[in-house]
């Protein structure tokens, strides 16, 4: 499912619908044996409003094996079916979600359970906000809802970054331009992947391109769990000069983004992210610095 382009919320109807612990299934089967449920989560879901009070109990707390589920089996079948991946999933997986009943669904509410939320997805930019700006950078939120495909945002970040430069819209420089959410990377065949990567170094890399055009320019996107696709890195960090470094090193950047390799290509030029397990998963964090250009 990762590699079929589909976000974390249609990943997550169809592994919710065949787990006995995720998607509230973990909070039902504690409901059953009569017992007290108070849960303490994170949301990594796109669209989630930044926390407020999180000593209040939070009374739309869904997902996670705690909470109850807003997904349902018939997304997970839409999902299947939009991303035509019948054939490319365990067939008892399918053939058991095709024909589920009822009984199959996931438990859609708890009122008896009490929730507190510490983080969601938005706190993220708003923290590196604070962070910028204690530092004398003004920076801004683009977006907290960020998808699509990794490659492609590395393209439209660059671009971002030469309109700054350039006519000083929508921000003048220098200036941090915030944004989260998950991006993902499709692969259709598996043939094609000749090393290693993910949804963060293959954003980077793509900015790297482009980024060469806006002197000074630099992106970081990390995952905030720590580790991005299948790479012990939490992701990248290129400037304007990563595409230089990696010809001078003899990388190929396209082939690396074509062979979804962009860990090897990265550490060859030292633009690798290493953070170790951070103990929280709040998606992917991106950064983007651009500096006034030098006349």
């Given at each position: 499912?990762?590699?079929?382009?589909?976000?974390?919320?249609?990943?997550?109807?169809?592994?919710?619908?065949?787990?006995?612990m995720?998607?509230?299934?973990?909070?039902?089967?504690?409901?059953?044996?009569?017992?007290?449920?108070?849960?303490?989560?994170?949301?990594?879901?796109?669209?989630?409003?930044?926390?407020?009070?999180?000593?209040?109990?939070?009374?739309?707390?869904?997902?996670?094996?705690?909470?109850?589920?807003?997904?349902?089996?018939?997304?997970?079948?839409?999902?299947?079916?939009?991303?035509?991946?019948?054939?490319?999933?365990?067939?008892?997986?399918?053939?058991?979600?095709?024909?589920?009943?009822?009984?199959?669904?996931?438990?859609?509410?708890?009122?008896?359970?009490?929730?507190y939320?510490?983080?969601?997805?938005?706190?993220?930019?708003?923290?590196?906000?604070?962070?910028?700006?204690?530092?004398?950078?003004?920076?801004?939120?683009?977006?907290?809802?960020?998808?699509?495909?990794?490659?492609?945002a590395?393209?439209?970040?660059?671009?971002?970054?030469?309109?700054?430069?350039?006519?000083?819209?929508?921000?003048?420089?220098?200036?941090?331009?915030?944004?989260?959410?998950?991006?993902?990377?499709?692969?259709?065949?598996?043939?094609?992947?000749?090393?290693?990567?993910?949804?963060?170094?293959?954003?980077?890399?793509?900015?790297?391109?482009?980024a060469?055009?806006?002197?000074?320019?630099?992106?970081?996107?990390?995952d905030s769990?720590?580790?991005?696709?299948?790479?012990?890195?939490?992701?990248?960090?290129?400037?304007?000069?990563?595409?230089?470094?990696?010809?001078?090193?003899?990388?190929?950047?396209?082939?690396?983004?074509?062979?979804?390799?962009?860990?090897?290509?990265?550490?060859a030029?030292?633009?690798?992210?290493?953070?170790?397990?951070?103990?929280?998963?709040?998606?992917?964090?991106?950064?983007?610095?651009v500096?006034?250009?030098?006349?």
């Amino acid at each position: 499912m990762l590699k079929s382009g589909a976000n974390i919320y249609e990943i997550n109807a169809i592994r919710r619908h065949i787990s006995q612990m995720n998607g509230g299934m973990l909070a039902k089967r504690i409901a059953a044996r009569g017992a007290e449920l108070i849960g303490f989560g994170i949301s990594d879901a796109v669209g989630k409003p930044p926390t407020g009070d999180i000593s209040v109990p939070d009374a739309h707390y869904m997902g996670t094996p705690m909470g109850p589920d807003q997904t349902t089996l018939e997304d997970a079948r839409n999902v299947i079916r939009n991303y035509d991946v019948a054939d490319r999933l365990p067939k008892k997986v399918v053939d058991y979600l095709m024909n589920a009943g009822p009984e199959g669904e996931t438990p859609k509410a708890f009122p008896q359970n009490t929730y507190y939320l510490l983080n969601t997805l938005p706190d993220s930019c708003l923290y590196a906000k604070k962070a910028a700006e204690e530092m004398g950078i003004p920076a801004y939120i683009l977006t907290s809802f960020l998808e699509g495909e990794s490659k492609d945002a590395g393209t439209v970040f660059a671009s971002i970054a030469r309109e700054i430069q350039t006519f000083g819209n929508p921000f003048p420089a220098p200036c941090v331009i915030l944004s989260s959410g998950e991006t993902t990377t499709k692969i259709l065949d598996n043939r094609a992947i000749t090393g290693h990567g993910g949804p963060g170094q293959e954003l980077t890399l793509s900015f790297a391109i482009a980024a060469a055009k806006a002197p000074g320019a630099a992106m970081l996107s990390i995952d905030s769990e720590g580790t991005d696709g299948t790479t012990p890195v939490a992701g990248g960090l290129t400037d304007s000069a990563s595409l230089a470094a990696a010809e001078a090193k003899g990388v190929d950047v396209y082939a690396a983004l074509r062979g979804h390799a962009c860990y090897e290509a990265l550490r060859a030029i030292g633009d690798t992210v290493f953070t170790g397990n951070t103990g929280t998963n709040l998606c992917d964090l991106n950064i983007l610095y651009v500096p006034a250009k030098e006349i």
